[in-house]
């Protein structure tokens, strides 16, 4: 039986741990004990705590650093998270080293968990790095550009990585440690597993991608079934308060006169009450796509998991996205021609326009059927073990 520690540090709400959760349960019934840090407790209480994985809190700066302008680079998002500083870096990579001695890992399991990551290269424990294209990047100097549609000057990439690589490099030489050539050797490793498909790397297919597909699985997710008789066309929508103009898409759809199956975690109990109607339906919990998906003529959210399980079935996007990460995968998905994004003012009259294209163009529909038949033999299970085999073979 090996240790291994799973690390996540960054990022936001369920898509990290429901990718991480059947990789744990696996390893867990081979025999390996396996413990979790993690950057979001209240997550890892409804993921993990109800599977009885033990976590802990994962070493995090105590504020982040507010930049001026939009996030532009992997560069920059590290300095807002500690980077900037080495003092705050030379703690966290010190805490993270602190819980490897107590928990003394065989092997550390990375999700979107760079200081992690250095921590683990200056106590010499070997890592798999887990994720989809946005967390992995690659091997390029400057990394790419987070904000594809805008013009900014080299100058500004070069910069940031600077002073984020010299940072990590003052700690890894007080270390002991080897220092760094790039940025991008941060994120390098033997072991790196692409959770994704080559389409739908945020940066684009790589020829080395250890492409292993989405892992996926959402413990205690509602099963709800579509509306019977004659409703229009399915619609499944998976929303947050924060996706830009959320009210006037709520709008939107209870003026399509389909039948919509809306999961709107976050949402407020008056919200969803004002918002419902026997043909919208919203439930404030994780609902289940096994039953929804194929039959389903939309699906309209924003996350690369819930992207790709849409394209195995054959169901067109409309992606609203928020942040860069989201934007990548939306730009993916326009490149397939299996849906849009929204761009400009979220309005109404915007929402309704691009539901009544992407459900009215068949092009839409043939391009996200193009994509599953590409992958109709694309087994979950499969990626789950080739995963734990990977994880396996790092064991010392």
């Given at each position: 039986?090996?240790?291994?520690?799973?690390?996540?540090?960054?990022?936001?709400?369920?898509?990290?741990?429901?990718?991480?959760?059947?990789?744990?349960?696996a390893?867990?019934?081979?025999?390996?004990?396996?413990?979790?840090?993690?950057?979001?407790?209240?997550?890892?209480?409804?993921i993990?705590?109800?599977?009885?994985i033990?976590?802990?809190?994962?070493?995090?700066?105590?504020?982040?650093?507010?930049?001026?302008?939009?996030?532009?680079?992997?560069?920059?998002?590290?300095?807002?998270?500690?980077?900037?500083?080495r003092?705050?870096?030379?703690?966290?990579?010190?805490?993270?080293?602190?819980?490897?001695?107590?928990?003394?890992?065989?092997?550390?399991?990375?999700?979107?968990?760079?200081?992690?990551?250095?921590?683990?290269?200056?106590?010499?424990?070997?890592?798999?790095?887990?994720?989809?294209?946005?967390?992995l990047?690659?091997?390029?100097?400057?990394?790419?550009?987070?904000?594809?549609?805008?013009?900014?000057p080299?100058?500004?990439?070069?910069?940031?990585?600077?002073?984020?690589?010299?940072?990590?490099?003052?700690v890894?030489?007080?270390?002991?440690?080897?220092?760094?050539?790039q940025?991008?050797?941060?994120?390098?490793?033997?072991?790196?597993?692409?959770?994704?498909?080559?389409?739908?790397?945020?940066?684009?297919?790589?020829?080395?991608?250890?492409?292993?597909?989405?892992?996926?699985?959402?413990?205690?997710?509602?099963?709800?079934?579509?509306?019977?008789?004659g409703?229009?066309?399915h619609?499944?929508?998976?929303?947050?308060?924060?996706?830009?103009?959320?009210?006037?898409?709520?709008?939107?759809?209870?003026?399509?006169?389909?039948?919509v199956?809306?999961?709107?975690?976050?949402?407020s109990?008056?919200?969803?009450?004002?918002f419902?109607?026997?043909?919208?339906?919203?439930?404030p919990?994780?609902?289940s796509?096994?039953?929804?998906l194929?039959?389903?003529?939309?699906?309209?959210?924003?996350?690369?998991?819930?992207v790709?399980?849409?394209?195995?079935?054959?169901?067109?996007?409309?992606?609203?996205?928020?942040?860069?990460?989201?934007y990548?995968?939306?730009?993916?998905?326009?490149?397939?021609?299996?849906?849009?994004?929204?761009?400009?003012?979220?309005?109404?009259?915007?929402?309704?326009?691009?539901?009544?294209?992407?459900?009215?163009?068949?092009?839409?529909?043939?391009?996200?059927?193009?994509?599953?038949k590409?992958?109709e033999?694309?087994?979950?299970?499969?990626?789950?073990?080739?995963?734990?085999?990977?994880?396996?073979?790092?064991i010392?």
């Amino acid at each position: 039986m090996s240790k291994i520690l799973l690390a996540w540090e960054m990022g936001e709400n369920w898509g990290h741990l429901t990718r991480d959760a059947p990789v744990v349960r696996a390893l867990r019934a081979r025999g390996h004990q396996v413990v979790a840090a993690v950057c979001d407790t209240r997550v890892a209480g409804e993921i993990l705590g109800s599977a009885g994985i033990p976590f802990v809190q994962a070493p995090m700066a105590a504020s982040r650093t507010r930049m001026t302008q939009p996030l532009a680079s992997y560069a920059e998002l590290l300095i807002t998270r500690g980077y900037g500083e080495r003092a705050t870096l030379e703690g966290l990579i010190a805490a993270w080293r602190g819980l490897f001695t107590l928990f003394q890992p065989d092997v550390v399991m990375i999700d979107y968990a760079p200081t992690a990551l250095l921590a683990a290269r200056i106590h010499g424990i070997p890592v798999v790095l887990i994720g989809n294209g946005f967390e992995l990047p690659p091997r390029s100097s400057p990394l790419p550009s987070l904000r594809f549609w805008e013009p900014i000057p080299k100058e500004r990439f070069e910069r940031a990585e600077s002073l984020a690589l010299r940072h990590i490099n003052e700690v890894l030489v007080s270390c002991h440690s080897e220092p760094l050539a790039q940025l991008a050797d941060v994120f390098q490793g033997e072991h790196r597993i692409l959770t994704t498909f080559s389409e739908l790397d945020h940066y684009g297919a790589r020829q080395d991608g250890n492409y292993v597909g989405p892992v996926y699985e959402m413990p205690k997710a509602q099963r709800v079934e579509w509306l019977l008789g004659g409703h229009g066309s399915h619609i499944f929508a998976y929303l947050r308060p924060w996706v830009p103009g959320v009210e006037d898409l709520l709008r939107a759809l209870q003026a399509t006169g389909c039948s919509v199956i809306c999961a709107f975690p976050g949402g407020s109990a008056a919200m969803i009450q004002r918002f419902q109607t026997p043909l919208l339906r919203i439930f404030p919990t994780a609902v289940s796509l096994e039953s929804l998906l194929p039959t389903a003529d939309l699906v309209i959210g924003y996350g690369s998991g819930l992207v790709a399980t849409a394209l195995l079935r054959g169901v067109p996007l409309l992606l609203v996205p928020r942040w860069s990460e989201q934007y990548l995968t939306a730009q993916r998905v326009e490149a397939l021609g299996a849906g849009l994004m929204m761009r400009g003012p979220p309005t109404r009259a915007s929402y309704s326009s691009l539901i009544a294209t992407v459900l009215g163009k068949p092009a839409f529909r043939q391009a996200a059927q193009a994509f599953a038949k590409k992958y109709e033999g694309f087994d979950g299970a499969q990626s789950v073990k080739d995963t734990v085999a990977c994880i396996e073979g790092a064991i010392p």
